[in-house]
């Protein structure tokens, strides 16, 4: 069974920093054959792929968090990172992680966790 837990969300001032982190569990989900990415979904949008590293460590990132954002893995620790800074209070939402397309478009999951909440306050 695959588990996907997501943790470092919490109400932080614009400008602020926040540092999150996934950890994949299930003898079938191991984060170093794939891509991993970042999303996150605010209030009456659809969720979006906001970061994205590979298998040999090429990021991608969307244009809305380009240069704040760090997206990095832990493959002994089966753990993905987003280092976040200059959060901005459009950076609200709830942020989850899961494989991901370097392109940042949709794609199906069959699963994905209860995700943490980021809060930027202006």
């Known amino acids: 069974q695959v588990q996907l837990v997501e943790s470092g969300g919490g109400v932080v001032q614009a400008g602020g920093s926040l540092r999150l982190s996934c950890v994949a569990s299930?003898?079938?989900?191991?984060?170093?054959?794939?891509?991993m990415g970042w999303y996150r979904q605010a209030p009456g949008k659809q969720r979006e792929a906001v970061a994205v590293?590979?298998?040999?460590?090429?990021?991608n990132y969307a244009n809305s968090v380009n240069g704040r954002f760090t997206i990095s893995r832990d493959n002994a620790k089966n753990t993905v990172y987003l280092q976040m800074t200059s959060l901005k209070p459009e950076d609200t939402a709830v942020y989850y992680c899961?494989?991901?397309?370097?392109?940042?478009?949709?794609?199906?999951?069959?699963?994905w966790g209860q995700g943490t909440q980021v809060t930027v306050s202006s």
């Open positions: 899961n494989t991901a397309r370097w392109t940042l478009t949709a794609e199906s999951h069959d699963y």
């Open positions: 299930g003898s079938t989900f191991r984060i170093n054959v794939m891509n």
């Open positions: 590293i590979t298998t040999g460590g090429l990021t």
